[in-house]
């Protein structure tokens, strides 16, 4: 059975989190590989010891800022997650939302009982 289905509204709050961690794997799935390799290619350079130049190239060539990516992605993901679900539902409101045909079973679902 085909019944066709639409969405209204969509949860900016909850667009927002899925996206974070879509995007937190995705930045993970990135930065780990790009990690691995700046830092074999740094393994042979010397750890610098005096000047705050060679410290700051040092740092920043062997891949530690690699690690705070999938952080950054996340944030920008949930922002741009709540934006999005912010922006569908003014669009759903004019165009009537997505429409969507769903095939399966569908059982009715009883209202939960507050306690």
Do not use: H
């Not at 085909?2 to 996206?19: N, Y």
């Not at 691995?36 to 130049?53: C, I, K, S, V």
């Not at 950054?72 to 539902?89: D, E, K, P, Q, T």
């Amino acid at each position: 059975m085909i019944k066709r289905v639409r969405i209204r509204r969509i949860s900016p709050f909850s667009l927002g989190k899925i996206l974070a961690v879509i995007e937190f794997v995705i930045g993970l799935l990135i930065a780990i590989p790009l990690a691995l390799f700046a830092w074999l290619m740094t393994a042979g350079l010397p750890y610098p010891t005096a000047q705050e130049d060679e410290l700051f190239f040092w740092l920043f060539f062997s891949g530690w800022p690699l690690l705070f990516m999938p952080l950054i992605y996340a944030m920008v993901g949930f922002v741009l997650g709540v934006v999005s679900g912010f922006v569908y539902n003014m669009v759903a409101r004019i165009v009537g939302g997505l429409e969507l045909e769903v095939e399966g079973e569908f059982i009715p679902q009883e209202p939960e009982e507050s306690i």
